[in-house]
């Protein structure tokens, strides 16, 4: 029996446990929460995500969460529209982020063993396997551990070094939050820019959330660690923004929770190190502009068809890296399509927004 153990109940580690199972590998997944936690960011399940769905049995269900959304609206610097144009190509889903592992747990959870409620302390690995503690569990022994833990991702930190090593910033930075009541446009997702700055309205499946992105230079993590100094760095950045930027601003401020982070992307050569690995964001984050949580399905399902074939880490990331490397060349133009630098851009991206988007 091959055990293997992996960190992270989001996108990834969920899909990587279905396929290990189905392999006839035993998979643990361990997350640090206790119950099933994601952001509601809309995300798309596309591309070579889309045949592992299907394999898996969950496209209806995917589809029946998918959100709202049909089209994309982009306004002028008057908040008038300027273009509109279809969203998704065919079979494309766009889904919450929560709906999406929420979905990905209810079918891999009949066949691999969930600990909710802890994490990963320590890794001790050798030839044959990987001595593991736990903050709360008692200690174990795997044949393989898999970091599924995102840009953050604790398994690379204990594994392969500090955070600072790998993770490299685009350049800009994301707050999301649910909003009050009806999104204005209930089949478009809104686009308003001013140099540097965009504002995002998403309807969701009838419920409104904002987006903000904004340019901004490297900052600590502790520089945005607490809810008060996110609000404080949104409300700041878009202060004096028209539109119904204020109005948005004012429901930052009463906000209870606020999804913030930099916009980041991982750079490491290898996503292993002896019986230790990496997957998804962990290993290869393009983040907000490089279908994350497709690539998280692909690399699961991949990952685990190289354990299971002798093919290993090495044969698992020359085959993924197919899909991830391009998109990490690519997230400067899409940043600079989504958060223009000037009004010349804006107006130039607006232009061309029917074929840009």
């Known amino acids: 029996m091959t055990t293997v153990l992996i960190s992270g109940a989001g996108v990834a580690g969920p899909t990587l446990a279905y396929w290990l199972a189905r392999t006839g590998l035993t998979p643990t997944v361990v997350e640090r929460s206790e119950g099933l ?147 204005p446009e209930p089949h478009d997702v809104v686009l308003y820019n001013v140099p540097r700055r965009l504002v995002a309205l998403h309807p969701a499946r009838g419920e409104a959330g904002a987006a903000f992105i904004f340019r901004g230079p490297p900052l600590p993590g502790s520089a945005y660690r607490s809810l008060g100094q996110q609000k404080q760095i949104v409300t700041t950045v878009y202060r004096g923004v028209g539109w119904r930027v204020p109005a948005l601003l004012e429901q930052v401020s009463a906000a209870d929770d606020l999804y913030f982070d930099a916009v980041s992307r991982v750079v490491l050569p290898r996503w292993s190190r002896g019986r230790i690995g990496l997957v998804g964001d962990a290993a290869s984050c393009v983040s907000l502009f490089g279908d994350g949580s497709s690539l998280a399905m692909a690399g699961g399902f991949t990952l685990a068809s190289a354990l299971a074939s002798g093919a290993g880490f090495a044969g698992y990331q020359s085959e993924h890296e197919k899909l991830t490397a391009p998109k990490q060349r690519r997230i400067g133009i899409a940043a600079g399509f989504l958060v223009p630098k000037t009004r010349l851009g804006i107006a130039t991206r607006n232009a061309a927004a029917p074929v840009l988007f």
């Open 37 to 183: 936690r994601s952001s509601g960011n809309p995300v798309d399940v596309r591309g070579r995500a889309l045949p592992v769905a299907e394999a898996m049995g969950i496209t209806s269900e995917l589809r029946k969460y998918a959100t709202q959304a049909t089209g994309m609206v982009v306004l002028d610097a008057d908040g008038r529209v300027k273009a509109r144009t279809e969203m998704g190509a065919p079979g494309e889903v766009e889904i919450a982020r929560t709906d999406l592992a929420a979905v990905l747990y209810r079918a891999a959870a009949g066949d691999a063993e969930f600990v909710f409620g802890d994490s990963i302390a320590t890794l001790n690995g050798d030839a044959d396997g990987v001595d593991v503690t736990f903050e709360r569990g008692a200690p174990r022994r795997f044949d393989y551990v898999i970091g599924a833990d995102g840009l953050h991702s604790t398994v690379r930190r204990l594994a392969f070094g500090p955070e600072e090593q790998f993770v490299r910033h685009a350049g800009l930075y994301i707050a999301t939050l649910p909003l009050a009541g009806k999104p």
